[in-house]
């Protein structure tokens, strides 16, 4: 099975910051990678598919970056609103889907 | 709009089973995948398994084989998550979500989940 591992498993950031998470995978996965945001009980709403596209709808503020096995998601000025837990997800093995275990973002 | 709408929470007895909906409007129900993925709180999304509407068919993760049924029932878009044998550990959230396929030629596709259920608690306590 391919393992994903996300880093920082947490942050403090402050509104205006740029922030970069890292998620890598166990293999090499191409750019099958999805990234999703999730709040306090809600749903994970997607926010990154294929590595660098962006879902219709999601601010551009959020990109992705990455193939193979190292990946990057940024925000590039954090809002009040993207305090949220990010999670990455793996595509590669057909149907046989792995998350990564989440980077929480909170307030500095 | 889109939407995918999941049925209330349930509490089990270890060793009972649980069968979970996630009904689907908006869209042509055949025509995408339906997931599921669990969360006990405060852990991390697991994902359970995929089911295609349109052939039934199923793809389970390796630790669910054997305890997961995913149906449907193509008349009312509605799709069906069963755990059997159920234990204190299945006590999550169960979220449905919606399985896209992007097309790369010759013969890929890049795959993401991009509409979700709000989720339904199980809780599993004697």
């Known amino acids: 099975d391919i393992q994903m591992t996300q880093s920082p498993s947490s942050l403090s950031a402050s509104v205006g910051d740029r922030v970069t998470i890292t998620c890598r995978a166990s293999?090499?996965?191409?750019?099958?990678l999805n990234w999703y945001q999730q709040k306090p009980g809600k749903a994970p709403k997607l926010l990154i598919y294929?590595?660098?596209s962006l879902q219709s709808g999601v601010p551009s503020r959020f990109s992705g970056s990455g193939s193979g096995t190292d990946f990057t998601l940024t925000i590039s000025s954090l809002q009040p609103e993207d305090f949220a837990t990010y999670y990455c997800?793996?595509?590669?093995?057909?149907?046989?889907?792995?998350f990564g275990p989440g980077t929480k973002v909170d307030i500095k | 709009q889109v939407q995918l709408v999941q049925s209330g929470a349930e509490v089990k007895k270890p060793g009972a089973s649980v069968k979970v909906s996630c009904k689907a409007s908006?869209?042509?129900?055949?025509?995408?995948?339906i997931n599921w993925v669990r969360q006990a709180t405060g852990q991390g999304l697991e994902w359970m398994g995929w089911?295609?509407?349109?052939?039934?068919?199923?793809g389970y993760a390796q630790k669910f084989q054997g305890r997961v049924t995913m149906t449907r029932n193509t008349s009312i878009s509605t799709a069906y998550m069963e755990l059997s044998s159920l234990r204190s550990e299945d006590t999550a959230v169960y979220y449905c979500?919606?399985?896209?396929?992007?097309?790369?030629?010759?013969?890929?596709?890049?795959?993401?989940?991009?509409?979700w259920g709000k989720g339904t608690t199980v809780t599993v306590s004697s």
């Open positions: 979500a919606r399985g896209r396929r992007l097309y790369q030629p010759p013969d890929y596709y890049y795959y993401y989940m991009d509409v």
């Open positions: 294929a590595a660098s």
């Open positions: 293999q090499s996965i191409s750019s099958y």
């Open positions: 997800q793996q595509s590669y093995s057909t149907l046989l889907f792995t």
């Open positions: 089911m295609n509407p349109n052939s039934g068919n199923t």
């Open positions: 908006g869209y042509t129900f055949t025509s995408y995948d």
